[in-house]
Nanobody, 112 residues
Framework: QVQLAESGGGSVQAGGSLKLSCRVSGYIGWWCELGWYRQTPGQEREMVSRISSGGTTYYADSVKGRFTISQDNTRGNLALQMDSLATEDTAVYYC??????WGQGTQVSVSS
């Protein structure tokens, strides 16, 4: 059974950087994309970035050029480097496997 555990959230001023990490345990099939999603109160969870087993990456338009997703060769560790953070990036960030398995979430707060 796949389990995900995020870390690295916190508070930062606008323009700053944070790096989120996700430890992935259990079997991940080649077809399964790993990804980061985020959610704010009253809003639906939205995709931030995904990465395929082959390393193809996808980004939401709102984070392109600012966020970078990466995974290690074993796919046991997923990361999201977030630069030039803006107040609109404030949310709970979730690690996901196949868009179906979720971590517990980590809070990111960006102040002006």
């Amino acid at each position: 059974q796949v389990q995900l555990a995020e870390s690295g959230g916190g508070s930062v001023q606008a323009g700053g950087s944070l790096k989120l990490s996700c430890r992935v345990s259990g079997y991940i099939g080649w077809w399964c994309e790993l990804g980061w999603y985020r959610q704010t109160p009253g809003q639906e969870r939205e995709m931030v970035s995904r990465i395929s087993s082959g390393g193809t990456t996808y980004y939401a338009d709102s984070v392109k050029g600012r966020f970078t997703i990466s995974q290690d060769n074993t796919r046991g560790n997923l990361a999201l480097q977030m630069d030039s953070l803006a107040t609109e990036d404030t949310a709970v960030y979730y690690c996901s496997a196949c868009g179906k398995v979720w971590g517990q979430g980590t809070q990111v707060s960006v102040s002006s």
